[in-house]
């Protein structure tokens, strides 16, 4: 019976060397019809960044639009009576506002960029994907990360001729549960921005 095990075991060890061998080292990349013909190669911060190298931001305005809406709406949150939440229909309108209210006083002190909802030297355009706000009962029976609250988007950000010269997407899972989407929204313009910003000025 040792023996049969001792086998099992080795060729447990060589097919998983065999597997590591087919790896490959190159970092992940993502594509999508969002960012044209860009391809976004996998961030330390964030899941999938690009920066055109050539374009300097620091101390840019950016003129943030409404975000796309793509995510469906959680069958609860109409019914959701929290006082800083928000109509699903004017949620990316909300996501702008808590962008500009939030991220400039954290992002301009460092690199000089304001974000602004007026007229500026580059467009930030982006949409919700997904969004979770997660389950308090998942958390409580299954843990291991079970029933977190999660929100997927994409971004980017123009020059005036249309040029992408930075662009993201990223999931923000985290390790609780989420009142409303507003809560989670000003996780990401207080966590996710400036890690963006701090991953090409660095």
Same mark, same amino acid.
């Given at each position: 019976?040792?023996?049969?095990?001792?086998?099992?075991?080795?060729?447990?060890?060589?097919?998983?060397?065999?597997?590591?061998?087919?790896?490959?080292? *190159?970092?992940?990349?993502? +594509?999508? *019809?969002?960012?044209?013909?860009?391809?976004? #190669?996998?961030?330390?911060?964030?899941?999938?960044?690009?920066?055109?190298?050539?374009?300097?931001?620091?101390? !840019?305005?950016? /003129?943030?639009?409404?975000?796309?809406?793509?995510?469906?709406?959680?069958?609860?949150?109409?019914? *959701?009576?929290? /006082?800083?939440?928000?109509?699903?229909?004017?949620?990316?309108? +909300?996501? #702008?506002?808590?962008?500009?209210?939030?991220?400039?006083?954290?992002?301009?002190?460092?690199?000089? %960029?304001?974000?602004?909802?007026?007229?500026?030297?580059?467009?930030?355009? =982006?949409?919700?994907?997904?969004?979770? +706000?997660?389950?308090?009962?998942?958390?409580?029976?299954? =843990?291991?990360?079970?029933?977190?609250?999660?929100?997927?988007?994409?971004?980017? %950000?123009?020059?005036?001729?249309?040029? %992408?010269?930075? !662009?993201?997407?990223?999931?923000?899972? !985290? !390790?609780?549960?989420?009142?409303?989407?507003?809560?989670?929204?000003?996780?990401?313009?207080?966590?996710?921005?400036?890690?963006?910003?701090?991953? %090409?000025?660095?």
């Amino acid at each position: 019976m040792t023996r049969i095990f001792t086998k099992l075991l080795l060729l447990a060890i060589a097919a998983t060397l065999l597997l590591c061998l087919g790896c490959s080292s *190159e970092p992940e990349v993502f +594509r999508s *019809e969002y960012f044209g013909d860009l391809v976004l #190669k996998e961030g330390d911060d964030l899941d999938y960044i690009y920066h055109d190298a050539a374009v300097n931001l620091r101390n !840019a305005t950016i /003129q943030v639009m409404d975000f796309e809406m793509l995510a469906p709406e959680p069958e609860d949150e109409a019914d *959701e009576d929290d /006082q800083d939440d928000v109509r699903w229909a004017d949620a990316g309108k +909300r996501f #702008k506002e808590i962008i500009i209210q939030k991220a400039t006083p954290e992002i301009k002190p460092k690199y000089g %960029i304001a974000f602004t909802s007026g007229g500026a030297d580059y467009v930030m355009k =982006g949409r919700i994907l997904e969004f979770n +706000r997660g389950s308090r009962a998942a958390r409580f029976f299954v =843990g291991f990360g079970a029933g977190s609250g999660y929100l997927t988007f994409d971004m980017k %950000i123009m020059d005036k001729s249309g040029k %992408i010269v930075l !662009a993201a997407h990223h999931k923000r899972l !985290a !390790a609780r549960v989420y009142d409303d989407l507003v809560d989670l929204m000003n996780d990401v313009a207080d966590d996710e921005l400036p890690d963006l910003f701090k991953t %090409i000025f660095k």
